[in-house]
Each structure stands twice: as structure tokens, then as C-alpha cells.
């Protein structure tokens, strides 16, 4: 499974990083971006929690 960040749509909160940092992280714009082709064998929950924590479901795992 791959996570994924729209650019677009993300406001920059930081709660991914937070909660998945294995596969987020923020760059120099302040938006997060993914920073693993695929998600940690074993963390497809914390992947999971990811998605449903972004106030603006930005992320993605597929
Ligand atoms: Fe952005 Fe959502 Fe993460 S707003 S910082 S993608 S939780």
C-alpha cells in the first residue's frame, strides 16, 4: 500500500506526522508529503489512523 499526500489539499496541521511519522513527514512549504513508497509491514493501522486524523482528508493509502 502507498500513502500520499495531496499538496493541494492539505492545510499543514502537522497531526501525520505526528501519528504516522514511519511515513510522514513536512517539507520546506509546511505540507506534509509521504516519505515511503510503501507503508511499514505491520503499520497498515497506524496508516490507517493517518488517513482518518487529517481534518482535511488529504492522505491516501493504496
Ligand atoms: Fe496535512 Fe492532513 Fe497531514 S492537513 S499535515 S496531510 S494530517
Redesign the pocket.
Known amino acids: 500500500m502507498k500513502p500520499s499526500?495531496d499538496q493541494d489539499?492539505?492545510?499543514?496541521?502537522?497531526?501525520?506526522?505526528s501519528?504516522a511519522p514511519s511515513m510522514?513527514d513536512?517539507n520546506d512549504d509546511g505540507?506534509?508529503y509521504a516519505i515511503v513508497d510503501e507503508v511499514p509491514a505491520g503499520e497498515e493501522d497506524l496508516a490507517q489512523e493517518?488517513v482518518e486524523?487529517?481534518?482535511?482528508a488529504?492522505?491516501t493509502v493504496e
Open positions: 499526500v489539499l492539505c492545510i499543514g496541521c502537522g497531526v501525520c506526522p501519528v510522514f513536512m505540507k506534509a493517518a486524523s487529517c481534518p482535511v488529504a492522505i
